[in-house]
């Protein structure tokens, strides 16, 4: 098994493995906030543009662990309705979780807006985010991306379970996933000895400096 000692190595060996493979592109982009913090080591560890994109899980407000999919700051979104349909939600709330979610994840894109890429068309584009349980944040990213019509779009991943790599594999040319779980019970922060949650300041300081 795999381990990392905290996002900046498994950047590194994500950046290595890419190398490897000969995986090079135009844009590597991070879904806030690990994958943003991870896409500008891998960025400029291969010499390449990157930046960050504002996802939200979508969750119920009683019970921000049971996610049943994410959005976008513009809207697009992904999620499992017969999950939330187990939650006890009906249409409407899931209408109004998305809102709420929407709204938050705008409110990222104002914070982030300076490293928030416009143009995707043409570009090979590489994904990133610091791990993979439900796969829906990916897939959300993933959605956003191929509506600007980039010429590929690759995943690179620390870790993820098999049923994420399962579910999202149809939205990218490839993936590269250094370690793939089988079990179902799956928590990213296992695979890291420091796992720590990254505050907004912390991120764009780190963003900022050159």
């Known amino acids: 098994m795999l ?16 190398k490897e493979e000969g995986i090079s592109g135009d844009l590597i982009v991070g879904i806030l906030r690990g994958g943003g913090y991870m896409a500008k080591i891998v960025g400029e560890c291969l010499g ?3 930046g960050v994109l504002p996802v939200k899980k979508i969750s119920p407000p009683e019970s921000p662990e049971s996610g049943f999919g994410a959005v976008v700051y513009d809207g697009t979104n992904v999620y499992d309705e017969e999950y939330a349909r187990l939650l006890g939600l009906d249409e409407e709330e899931i209408k109004e979780i998305l809102k709420v979610k929407v709204s938050e994840a705008k409110v990222l894109y104002e914070k982030y807006k300076n490293f928030i890429p416009e143009d995707f068309e043409g570009k090979n584009v590489i994904l990133i985010d610091d791990g993979m ?3 829906y944040t990916v897939i959300a990213g ?3 991306v191929r509506e600007r019509r980039p010429k590929g779009l690759i995943l690179a991943i620390p870790v993820c379970s098999e049923f994420a790599y399962n579910l999202v594999k149809e939205f990218f040319d490839k993936i590269i996933c250094l370690e793939a779980v089988r079990s179902i019970f799956f928590a990213v922060g296992m695979f890291y000895e420091d796992f720590r949650q990254i505050s907004d300041e912390e991120l764009i300081e780190f963003l900022t400096h050159r």
């Open 3 to 18: 381990n990392f000692e905290d996002r900046k190595d498994a950047a590194l060996k994500l950046c290595e493995r890419l």
């Open 48 to 50: 390449m543009a990157w």
């Open 133 to 135: 349980a439900t796969g």
């Open 142 to 144: 993933a959605k956003f």
